[in-house]
């Protein structure tokens, strides 16, 4: 027989699973994101925003609309050759169906432009999240620019 104290414990444990789950979803969601900009995969990241979000990189001009924001990305990692964002989710707040997620973001990216600069950026991304039938998407993300800057080698020197 079960008692109320085994009851709540139970009952306990399973929110805290589901918590654990949210945010573990929510951390592939940030992962998934940086990976699809680095190989330019609009697939991937047609699926990551929610269809009305709302994106601001840097000081450029905010965008609306899923197809929006993609097609921007898709715009502005066409030209790499080589990216990687190497992406830290640090804070996970889920409430419900909802959720805030910061991470914080060392990226290089290299341009077919010139082979021998690497670009290089840190930042942190603030993002709001809502959970869907089809899993966790972005609804808001604003990314401010910490660092910026460019740095050469002859790559021809490379093994």
């Known amino acids: 027989m079960t008692t109320v104290n085994e009851v709540a414990t139970v009952a306990e444990l399973t929110a805290q699973v589901r918590h654990l ?6 951390q592939d969601l940030v992962f998934r994101y940086a990976t699809a900009c680095d190989h330019s995969d ?12 709302r994106a601001k990189y840097g000081k450029d001009e905010p965008l609306v609309g899923a197809e929006d924001i993609v097609t921007w990305l898709a715009a502005a990692t066409r030209p ?10 640090y804070a996970v707040d889920v409430r419900g169906d909802r959720a805030d997620v910061l991470a914080y973001l060392l990226s290089h990216q290299v341009f077919e432009a ?13 993002l709001q999240c809502v959970r869907t039938a089809s899993g966790w998407q ?22």
């Open 114 to 126: 010139d082979l021998d600069a690497v670009t290089m950026m840190t930042s942190r991304y603030q």
């Open 21 to 26: 789950a949210a945010r573990a979803d929510l």
């Open 138 to 159: 972005i609804t808001q993300l604003d990314l401010t620019v910490g660092w910026f800057e460019v740095r050469t080698a002859d790559q021809a020197l490379l093994p």
């Open 80 to 89: 790499t050759v080589w990216g990687h964002h190497f992406i830290n989710p």
């Open 42 to 53: 609009v697939a991937t990241l047609q699926g990551i925003f929610a269809p009305d979000a």
